[in-house]
Each structure stands twice: as C-alpha cells, then as structure tokens.
C-alpha cells in the first residue's frame, strides 16, 4: 500500500490516509480521520476498533504496531532512535459528511469518506462568462495573449464591451501599460477586493455599483479596465488579499461570482483576467473554479510545458468539468518557432501530451456515448498556435502601441478562433411556430436539392461569385483572359462553365460578378469548345451556341459529337506536342464556324477575327470525360499537355488577343499529364483556381438561406461583402452558434460543420457543402421536437448524422471519376482492420499509395500513425480505436492553412 510514499511526518501519513479515500478504500466503520503534527485521530463506529485496526495493519504494513497499551505507526527513523506517529481511537454516531468544495490547494482539515464535492450552481444565464488567462511561469506572452483574444472579443460585438482585469498583484504588467493613458485612476481591483471584504450586506450590492461606476471612467477600444492598483502606494501596501474573501465568505468561489456580478452591472460581454504566473492564491481561487474559462498559456520550453501539465493534473483531480455549462480550459502555444509551421509533425509530441491530459477533465462518458464512439460528436478544439514575433521580445511600455503592433501581426488571427469557444450570451428565440419552420426546411432541402447538381438547372441568374472568379474578372478587364481553370470533384468546374457560356459575352458575366464592365465597346463572343457530358441533356445549349456563330458572321459549326469523334481519332496517332498544339487550335476554330474540316487554320482565325475587330473566349470543360486513362496512356499526356502549355502560349504571342481562352480541368488530370513543373503551372493560376476557404464556404451558404428564405441576417449588407465573423453572424438562425445551447461547451456550429466537410489539404467542395445542407434539412424534420431547437433550421442531431450520408456519397463520386483513388479506396474498404489511427501495414497499401491519400488530403501521418479526414472516414467505414477519441477540428487546423 505505502509503495515509494516515505513516512517522515504526519503529513505523508495524511497522504496515504488520502489516497486510500480517494480509492474509495476505507472500510466501513471509518468515518473520519483527522491528521495532527503529533498524531492521528479516527472517528469510529462502536465497538469498531478491530475492523479498522486490520485495516491499519494493511495498509500501513510493515509500520503499524497495535498493543494493549497504544497503537502506533513507525516514521523515518535513525537507528536505535525509532520515531512513533501516534494513533488515537474515537468513537463516533455523526454521519459522514460531504466536504465542501474550496478553491483552495491546501488539505481539508477533515477527510471523510465520500470524496466527491457536490457540483457548484452555474453562474445565472444573464451573467457574462469570466475568462482567466494563466501561465506556469512568467515571460510566456500570457498578457499579451489576453490583449489580443479582449481586442479581438471587443470587435466581434460592437455594441458589447469587455471588462479586462488585471490580477497580477505582483507585477502588475496591463496596469503600467494604462498609466500614460490614464494617469489618475479611479478605481483597482485591490479596491474591488477590500470593498467586498468590508462590506456588511451580503449581496454585497452597493460595494458592486461604486465599483462599477469608477470604473467607467476606465473605458478605452471598446474595453473597461480594472487595474490591479490605482497608484504606486497601494501597491507596496496591499491589505486584503484574495484568500481573506475565500476564507472569511459563505461561498467560497465568491470572487468568481462577484467578477460576474460586476461585469453584468457594466453590461459586458465577458470578464477577462490576467492572473499572475504560478499558484498564489487569486490564481488558484479562479483555476479551482470549472464554471471559469480557463485559458492556459506555455511555450515549448521543457519547464513551461512541464509546469502546464502538472496544472492540467491538478485540474483534473480538483475541478473536473462535471456540468453541461463547465468549460473545458483552452490552451495556447505561444512563440512557437517559424519553422513548425511548415513541418507540423515537429509539434505532435507536444500537443498530444497536453490535450490527453485535457481530455481527463471531461465528464465521464455516458454508457451510450462509449457504444457509438464512432458517431461524428466532437470536443471542440481546444489548443491554439501563435508563432513567435520578434516585435513582442519585449512588450512595449504602453497600451497603444502594443494594439498597434497587434493590428499588424498576425496573433490576433491565431486568437480569433478562442471568441467563438465563449458562449453567445444571446437569448435564443423561436424563429417561429413549428409548421412555419418545417416548410423551411422544406423549402431549404427543396432548393438545394436541385443546387447539388447545379449544371443541369435551366437557372442562370442566381449566381454567387466567389474569390476565384472574381479575381478573373478583375484581373481581365482590358485583355482577353487565357486561363487555366483547376478544381477539384464538386469544386463547381461545370457550374461555372455553364454560367460563363450561356450568358453568350464576357461583358455580361462581368456583371454578374458585381464588378464593373469591360472598357471594350465591341461584345466578347464566349463559346464552348467541349462541354461536360453531364450537361448532354441541358434544353436550349446547342441553339445558344448557334447563335453566338452566327454572330461571328458563319452558319454552321462542328457540332459536340464531330468534336470528340475528331479528338478520339487524333489519340490513335503518335502525335507530339506541336502538333497536338495546331489540332486543338483547328478545334477551337471549327467550334466558331470558321473553315470546318480544313486544318492548320489556327492563325487565319486569328487573322479573320482580327480583321473583323472582334474577340472570342473558347471554353472547356468535361475532359475527364475524354481524358481517363491519363495516369497511364502516354498519347493522352500529351493530347493535354499540350492543351494546357502550348496553346495557351501560342494565344499569349497574337496581336492583340483576339482569342481568349478558359480552360477547366480536375486537378488530378493537370498531375498525371504534366510530370515536371506542374507546381509552376498551378502557381501561375492559383489565383483562380476553384478553392474554397472557409470564409467562401461560409458565403455560399449564406448566399443559398437568402435565396430560400429570410430568416436573420443583416439586410443592409450584401453577402458578398460580408467577413468571416459577419458571415458566422449571418448562419446563427441555420445551424445555430454553437452545436448545442449558445451556453454549452459544443463546438461552434459553423467551424464544425465546415471542419468535418473538410479534406486535411483545407479543401471543402461546394457539393458537399451544398449535399449536407439538403441532407440536415430532411433530417430535421424528424428529428424537430416541441420544446427544442426552434430558435434554428438545422437540429444539431440532425447535423452530426448526416456528415456520414455526405461522406459515402463523395466516396461513390470519387471511385467513378478518378481511376487511382478508386483503386485505393476498394482496397481500404476491403481491409481488414479499418480503424483509426492506423499503421501503413494494417491497411496494406504502398508509400506510393499512402503519399496518394496524402497528396489528396485524404489521411495525414502523425508519427508513425495515419488520421483519416471524417469525410473519407465514415464512408469508408473506419472506426476510432477504443480510446482515440475524434478530433476534427484540432486535426484539421493543425494540418492545413483552411482556417483562419
């Protein structure tokens, strides 16, 4: 029992005595034990002794010495001098007692058998969340960090300010920094603490009011402050310090409850404090709190993370999350080195120490829960990177200068994602009576419904314009553009074809896109020279096309058939690039009208065109359709090797530009048909390149709810020209803040649902996105009950469920259109160990294969192991081992630059 403990004093029995309650390894006749420097008292049952005296000689063996006389257990002792630690018997009716909870790291004087502390009452709804930023030691950008996530808290509302606290009783670092700004204080938290303690009214109300009163006198960027002194004497003659409220108050988590209490009387959004470095006792009274937002700050050194990690331990034994509104803490690596960025496997022994041991702080896991481990519910990402700024070796001497400084790094970045673990304190209302809400989600299913498949729809005018696309425009004003257009799968490749073609000229999808038209007087004729054969059946196509010859002066065109028979005929040559070169060009030419069947006519359309002072745009897509055996047939590379480099050269060198140029190609096919300097190509074009950041994921969603519905948002403001924060803002009444309560410690409801969408290269494709908002709004029906989620469209039981739905249909998509990952992905869904994380021999697949899922934001190695994104995992039916908890968001932040 006593294993490496040494028994010098009563305090390392007290520790034994308080292993064994912690074990619940009493026997039952024990009721109490009370540790003195002189010896150990018992409360015992009647007639009890010897039940515990066997007890004592177990668990003290070989120290405990029972006999007539005394009973007595042996320290550490020098020979022939043996020291006796006495042990006194009383006998006891009382029941045993249920200790109270303090915030204190000290021993209660008294241990009792039932360990476990009755839950504290959550702070009341009305009431701002306190958040308190700690670090083990000093110099790890603890207050800077706290500056940053109060700027960034203060601009996301507003109309709500912050009250930011400075704790550091010791060394006072946000106090010096307001002294040039306000010079005459008028009120300090060594104030705030004294009022409190002599206040006689235990509601303590008049002590709140004053101190809220002085303090706005204290109000600068949107923020109150609250300094430690209000001058340099009462700095070196503090009087009350914390621990005389905690042991003098009823409560003792008084502290916590009264920084609530003075932040609702200032109207505040949340209470921010900067503790002092270490344990003293105001650090201790908030870290001991669960119903505190705790946010834990280190850097890499090798004492820093040692000293947060003993923190998370005593976290974990004295305040666990027990309760729904209790938050997990957060943490934050701060001065991470520039070149962990780019190799993030370098950070991975340091993260995972520290989110296992916050994961021991989570409540205990309903036997449900365990049962469906697989299901995609999610703890919130709870640590963050800030890299190292050589402009904060030092922090400046005053306020101003470090938001400066601030506003110009990027840590406010890296900051922002902790604003949306704080919880909305915004009322939840009904959007409306529960018929009127699932007609939405009827009317919402509907339209998207239809929108997954955007190219085959009649419905060209309803349009968003993403970044990609904008850039084209903006960047193709005055000449003509020659554009190679990459896009994944479901990226919208076609969807933007089909609204560049039939809109018939350049000038008009420039509108389209809400910038301004082209200076040219004369129509830029768009036509397509290939299209995707998804788009065979599309009433109306061929008879636009038509007319845009005749434009150009022509009556007749190679038609769609006579284009790929020709080009299907051309492949079963052996053909080199130039030549491939002047048969594409024929085919552009021949798509217009111009000289059908003759070859070799690429310059006298260029020629013809320009005597007419006329320009045209030749459009493909749908190469996938032609192109399939490009990973291996040589003829094919070339065939597009040489649509993509030397035609687009070739156009470049013509006077004048009259033939323009949209290329749209998967990116897998750019790969197979470009070895070398494919990188360069994607570089050229990566401007316009169909990705979607979070921040446009976010915008078509937003962009989709206004064309069904008006059910919240900001009128006034286009989507278009809405940020990130706008746009979460915007998707409250869809999804909700958060993915439960706006109170409860559920991840945010929109860096979630993008997250877990999300391959780990940072991709999200529109037809996913547009897929999973069809899928939640059917299953919100069913899963719409009478008394909850009426304040949004999507239920979140609805959301989690649906993500596999999304994930097997984008596995079936894959596997028909891209011959290598189908190959891979028969092989894993045919493996025997489908589990996650997995070693490369468990799924037998090749480094080559392997590197494939990398390249493809499929799976990335940690170590020796491999994660899988939640998109590909649920479809292929890989299961979390026992213990491996899914983390979408840490994984996907941690593995792309997607999230801001």
């Given at each position: 029992m006593l294993g490496n403990i040494r028994l010098y004093t009563w305090v390392d029995v007290e520790t034994v005595m308080e292993i064994a309650q912690q074990e619940n390894n009493w026997p039952q006749s024990l009721v109490w034990v009370r540790t003195y420097w002189d010896g150990l008292t018992l409360g015992i049952r009647p007639n009890q002794q010897v039940e515990v005296l066997e007890w004592l000689k177990d668990t003290f063996e070989p120290r405990f010495v029972s006999t007539e006389e005394s009973s007595y257990?042996?320290?550490?002792?020098?020979?022939?001098?043996?020291?006796?630690?006495?042990?006194?018997?009383?006998?006891?009716?009382?029941?045993?007692?249920?200790?109270?909870?303090?915030p204190l790291?000290?021993?209660?004087?008294?241990?009792?058998?039932?360990?476990?502390?009755?839950?504290?009452?959550?702070?009341?709804?009305?009431?701002?969340?306190?958040?308190?930023?700690?670090?083990?030691?000093?110099?790890?950008?603890?207050?800077?960090?706290?500056?940053?996530?109060?700027?960034?808290?203060?601009?996301?509302?507003?109309?709500?300010?912050?009250?930011?606290?400075?704790?550091?009783?010791?060394?006072?670092?946000?106090?010096?920094?307001?002294?040039?700004?306000?010079?005459?204080?008028?009120?300090?938290?060594?104030?705030?603490?004294?009022?409190?303690?002599?206040?006689?009214?235990?509601?303590?109300?008049?002590?709140?009011?004053?101190?809220?009163?002085?303090?706005?006198?204290?109000?600068?960027?949107?923020?109150?402050?609250?300094?430690?002194?209000?001058?340099d004497q009462q700095f070196s003659t503090i009087a009350v310090k914390p621990e005389h409220l905690i042991q003098a108050a009823h409560d003792p988590f008084m502290l916590t409850t009264m920084l609530a209490r003075l932040g609702h009387e200032l109207g505040v959004q949340a209470v921010v404090i900067d503790l002092r470095a270490g344990l003293s006792e105001l650090a201790t009274g908030l870290l001991l709190d669960p119903r505190v937002y705790r946010v834990l700050v280190t850097t890499l050194s090798g004492q820093s993370m040692e000293g947060t990690a003993y923190i998370l331990e005593l976290l974990s034994k004295l305040a666990p999350t027990k309760q729904e509104k209790e938050p997990l803490p957060a943490l934050i690596m701060s001065q991470v080195p520039i070149e962990y960025e780019k190799d993030s496997s370098l950070l991975e022994p340091y993260k995972d120490k520290l989110l296992k041991l916050l994961e021991t702080l989570a409540p205990a896991k309903p036997e449900e829960e365990e049962k469906n481990i697989n299901e995609p519910k999610y703890l919130p990402d709870l640590l963050y990177l800030s890299y190292f700024n050589s402009d904060f070796i030092v922090l400046p001497s005053e306020w101003a200068t470090v938001i400066e400084r601030l506003s110009s790094s990027n840590i406010l970045k890296q900051i922002h994602p902790l604003v949306e673990w704080l919880p909305a304190n915004i009322p939840q209302e009904s959007l409306a009576d529960l018929d009127t809400l699932q007609q939405k989600r009827t009317d919402l299913a509907n339209f998207t419904h239809k929108l997954i498949y955007a190219e085959t729809t009649d419905d060209v005018n309803k349009f968003l314009a993403i970044a990609p696309l904008r850039h084209l425009v903006a960047d193709h004003h005055q000449k003509i553009p020659i554009v190679v257009v990459v896009g994944a799968k479901g990226a919208g490749k076609t969807y933007t074809f089909l609204q560049i073609v039939r809109r018939h000229t350049w000038q008009f999808f420039i509108q389209a896109t809400g910038e301004k038209e082209l200076s040219k007087t004369s129509p830029v004729y768009v036509y397509s020279v290939l299209k995707s054969r998804?788009?065979?059946?599309?009433?109306?196509?061929?008879?636009?096309?038509?007319?845009?010859?005749?434009?150009?002066?022509?009556?007749?065109?190679?038609?769609?058939?006579e284009t790929l028979d020709y080009i299907r005929e051309m492949l079963t040559y052996s053909l080199n690039e130039s030549q491939w070169r002047d048969y594409w060009l024929n085919i552009i030419a021949w798509r217009s009208g111009f000289r059908l069947g003759t070859t070799g006519i690429g310059q006298e359309f260029a020629n013809y065109l320009r005597q007419r002072k006329t320009s045209v745009i030749a459009v493909i897509d749908g190469?996938?359709?032609?192109?399939?055996?490009?990973?291996?047939?040589?003829?094919?590379?070339?065939?597009?090797?040489?649509?993509?480099?030397?035609?687009?050269?070739?156009?470049?060198?013509?006077?004048?530009?009259p033939i323009g140029l949209l290329v749209f190609i998967r990116r897998d096919l750019v790969l197979s048909a470009i070895k070398q300097n494919s990188a360069q190509l994607m570089a050229k074009y990566e401007p316009y390149a169909l990705k979607w950041s979070s921040e446009e994921a976010l915008r078509l969603v937003a962009w989709i709810v206004r064309q069904v519905m008006d059910i919240s948002g900001n009128d006034e403001l286009k989507v278009e020209d809405m940020g990130y924060e706008a746009l979460v803002g915007e998707l409250v009444s869809l999804w909700g803040l958060k993915l439960g309560k706006f109170d409860s410690r559920e991840p945010g409801s929109a860096a979630w649902i993008i997250a877990a969408l999300s391959d780990f290269k940072g991709q999200i494709q529109a037809r996913d996105l547009v897929r999973f908002l069809d899928e939640a709004a059917k299953a919100s029906i069913s899963h719409q009950t009478k008394d909850y989620w009426k304040?949004?469209?999507?239920?979140?039981?609805?959301?989690?469920?649906?993500?596999?739905?999304?994930?097997?249909?984008?596995?079936?998509?894959?596997?028909?259109?891209?011959?290598?990952?189908?190959?891979?992905?028969?092989?894993?869904?045919?493996?025997?160990?489908?589990?996650?994380?997995?070693?490369?021999?468990?799924?037998?697949?090749?480094?080559?294969?392997?590197?494939?899922?990398e390249d493809n934001g499929v799976i990335i190695r940690e170590d020796e192991s491999y994660y899988m994104a939640e998109i590909f995992r649920l479809g292929l039916d890989f299961k979390y081992q026992k213990g491996a908890r899914p983390r979408v968001l840490v994984l996907s932040r941690q593995n792309s630059k997607f999230f801001r």
């Open positions: 257990i042996i320290l550490e002792s020098l020979i022939d001098e043996e020291r006796r630690f006495d042990v006194i018997w009383e006998e006891t009716d009382e029941e045993p007692q249920r200790p109270k909870r303090k790291l000290s021993r209660a004087s008294v241990l009792w058998p039932d360990a476990h502390t009755p839950p504290l009452e959550p702070l009341p709804d009305e009431y701002p969340p306190v958040v308190a930023f700690h670090s083990f030691k000093g110099g790890v950008g603890r207050t800077l960090h706290a500056i940053a996530f109060v700027r960034e808290l203060s601009k996301s509302r507003p109309d709500k300010p912050v009250l930011l606290i400075d704790a550091d009783l010791e060394a006072p670092g946000i106090t010096w920094l307001l002294k040039s700004r306000f010079p005459t204080m008028a009120i300090s938290l060594a104030d705030f603490l004294a009022l409190l303690h002599s206040d006689p009214d235990p509601t303590m109300s008049t002590s709140l009011k004053l101190v809220a009163n002085r303090t706005q006198d204290l109000f600068l960027d949107n923020i109150y402050f609250l300094p430690a002194f209000r001058s998804s788009l065979n059946n599309l009433i109306g196509l061929n008879q636009e096309h038509h007319e845009i010859v005749q434009f150009l002066g022509f009556e007749q065109e190679y038609d769609s058939l190469l996938e359709d032609i192109f399939q055996d490009v990973q291996s047939n040589q003829s094919q590379q070339i065939a597009l090797r040489a649509l993509l480099q030397d035609v687009p050269e070739w156009l470049e060198q013509q006077p004048g530009r304040d949004r469209l999507l239920v979140p039981a609805a959301i989690r469920k649906v993500i596999k739905n999304c994930s097997v249909y984008k596995i079936d998509e894959i596997t028909k259109e891209n011959p290598i990952l189908q190959e891979i992905f028969t092989k894993l869904l045919s493996s025997p160990e489908k589990q996650i994380p997995f070693k490369s021999d468990g799924v037998k697949l090749t480094s080559d294969e392997l590197k494939t899922l």
